[in-house]
């Protein structure tokens, strides 16, 4: 059973920078398609980037220039490196995986993690 467990969330000012990483248990990303999502409150969880199995990323346009998406040359950590937080970045912070590409489709990932909380004031 593949599990997703998130760290690096916390509260900071704004214009700071939080990196937030993705651990899987008992496999590595490899040739996974990964994604970090995020949730404020009862809305909607929205994509915030995608990063497909050839390591290419894709961002949110929220999200561009600000954050990056990518993982260790193991697979073994998936990173979302924040520059630049402002107070609407505020959320649970949610990485998810999938063998099938999801891109912004949350349905398609079958493996999610339990959620960060990042608070930007």
């Known amino acids: 059973h593949v599990q997703l467990v998130e760290s690096g969330g916390g509260s900071v000012q704004a214009g700071e920078s939080l990196r937030l990483s993705c651990v899987p248990s008992?496999?590595?990303?490899?040739?996974?398609?990964m994604a970090w999502f995020r949730q404020v409150a009862e809305n909607e969880r929205g994509g915030v980037a995608v990063?497909?199995?050839?390591?290419?990323?894709m961002y949110a346009d929220f999200s561009k220039g600000r954050f990056t998406i990518s993982k260790d040359k193991a697979g073994d950590t998936l990173y979302l490196q924040m520059n630049n937080l402002q107070p609407e970045d505020s959320a649970v912070y949610y990485c998810?995986?999938?063998?099938?590409?999801?891109?912004?489709?949350?349905?398609?990932?079958?493996?999610w993690g339990q959620g960060t909380q990042v608070t930007v004031s």
């Open positions: 998810a995986a999938d063998k099938s590409y999801g891109g912004w489709q949350k349905g398609i990932y079958r493996y």
């Open positions: 008992g496999y590595t990303f490899g040739s996974y398609c």
């Open positions: 990063l497909d199995s050839g390591n290419k990323p």
